[in-house]
């Protein structure tokens, strides 16, 4: 099968939803864990778990840490085998990312990064492991926007906010590589079925700024409902990138 973007990019990409202004009563609890279903052309591919896993200190500071995990299941491992992990730290304060730790292993291809962010100062360190490209360790150290979100912080950080049909949310990510400013709109209400049960959603689009305007992703169209409660669980994601639909969906 071949694929020009990752199982776990497109399923991470689902992921980039979030604003900085307007929380709502979302509140983190500590061991929530969702679970959902992952299919990719109407087939089951594999499972996505997130957990909220504690609440320690990290660079001096209080943060909540996440952990996401993607498996393809045993059909699509003897085409690709996916085993990604992805941990991030959200600071208490801020509500804003203060690191990350990725782990890919793609169809035999490997990627280990990890960031550490300062969330007051933007200032931020990473190191970076491609060990079937190259045995060396990559190092960077930079600055980027005070109060950016990666991936997995900016599903949380979108959960406390108030929604509502018409409305956009803009915030800025950070993927470890590059910043991009990201705008959340919600398109409609719609009430769907899914393994956990049926759920009121609000229905959102991810938007990236363009030159002129925000836009569709040009590498896949991206989709996410949340329930219409005060928790907002994430209930459904739909990516569509060139190799397939991707549905994830609450189990």
Request: glycine share 6%; hydrophobic share 40%.
């Amino acid at each position: 099968m071949k694929k020009k973007k990752s199982f776990f990019a497109a399923a991470l990409s689902l992921l980039v939803l979030c604003a900085v202004y307007g929380a709502d009563q979302f509140e983190l609890r500590l061991g929530e864990t969702l679970t959902y279903e992952v299919g990719w052309k109407a087939a089951q591919a594999g499972t996505l778990s997130i957990r909220v896993v504690e609440k320690k200190q990290r660079q001096g500071r209080s943060a909540y840490k996440l952990a996401l995990a993607v498996e393809s299941n045993s059909l699509i491992d003897m085409m690709f085998p996916v085993r990604d992990r992805f941990e991030s730290w959200i600071d208490e304060k801020t509500f804003s990312s203060s690191g990350f730790a990725l782990r890919t292993d793609e169809g035999g291809k490997r990627k280990q990064q990890d960031i550490f962010l300062n969330p007051i100062t933007g200032e931020y360190k990473s190191r970076t492991a491609r060990p079937n490209k190259n045995p060396n360790i990559e190092t960077e150290a930079g600055r980027v926007t005070k109060g950016v979100q990666d991936y997995l912080s900016a599903l949380y950080f979108l959960r406390r906010q108030t929604l509502a049909v018409g409305k956009q949310v803009f915030f800025v990510l950070f993927d470890g590589d590059e910043e991009k400013q990201v705008a959340f709109k919600i398109i409609r209400k719609e009430t769907i079925t899914v393994p956990a049960g049926t759920f009121p959603c609000f229905v959102g689009e991810v938007l990236v700024k363009t030159d002129t305007a925000y836009a569709p992703p040009p590498k896949a169209r991206l989709f996410v409902w949340l329930s219409d409660d005060a928790k907002k669980v994430p209930v459904q994601f739909q990516a569509e990138p060139a190799f397939g639909q991707i549905d994830i969906k609450l189990k």
